[in-house]
């Protein structure tokens, strides 16, 4: 809305125009996630008083500069690289799950098929510490419930795009393990065993 106003100092006049506000905002880049705002690092437009009297007092986001942004994309490759390697070593650990031989599991046998106690993740988790040296934790390891003897499958997700599977005959005395590339399974006499 415009409106004029004529005033008259001496014999000449001016003419005064008010104008709407502008509105006044401000391109920011947050620091952590903010509720119904946005997640950390995403460039925001906001209104000038909301990042003066919220976003900046609580240390939640800054003003974009030509360095920040250049801070900003370095640790993103930062973290993407990360995860690239984390992700191969995760299909190196693949790798070696696929290549080794078998493992030994000491079960007491029942009648028939049955045997005493069940093969647990715990217990390949031990084998795996045991005779490849690494430490795998038991919430990644997937198990059916095996209470006899025959041929299961079981994986482990090593992260949120690699699974190892492995595949375990229980034999009374045996649980062999290969991955889903080998799939054939070995003779109880080439077994290595604890």
């Known amino acids: 809305m415009n409106e004029s106003a004529k005033v008259s100092d001496r014999g000449s006049v001016m003419v005064v125009v008010a104008q709407k506000k502008a509105k006044k905002t401000r391109k920011i880049i947050l620091k952590e996630d903010v509720e119904y705002l946005g997640n950390k690092g995403q460039l925001l437009d906001v209104k000038a008083g909301f990042y003066r009297n919220f976003l900046l007092p609580m240390g939640k986001a800054q003003i974009v500069t030509p360095i920040l942004l250049k801070e900003m994309q370095m640790e993103g490759e930062r973290i993407e690289a ?4 984390v992700k191969e070593e995760a299909q190196q650990l693949a790798i070696v799950f696929e290549t080794v031989g078998a493992f030994k599991v000491k079960r007491k046998g029942g009648k ?3 045997i005493f106690g069940t093969v647990t993740a ?3 988790v031990d084998i795996i510490k045991a005779q490849l040296q690494r430490d795998v934790d038991k919430r990644i390891v997937s198990l059916p419930e095996i209470r006899e003897t025959g041929e299961y499958i079981a ?3 090593l992260h949120p795009e690699v699974t190892a599977q492995v595949s375990y005959s229980q034999g009374g005395t045996l649980c062999q393990s290969n991955s889903k590339i080998l799939r054939h399974l070995l003779e109880s006499s080439t077994c290595g065993g604890l």
Do not use: M
């Open 155 to 157: 994986e482990l997700k």
């Open 122 to 124: 715990q217990d390949l």
């Open 82 to 85: 990360e995860k690239r390697r």
């Open 112 to 114: 028939g098929k049955q």
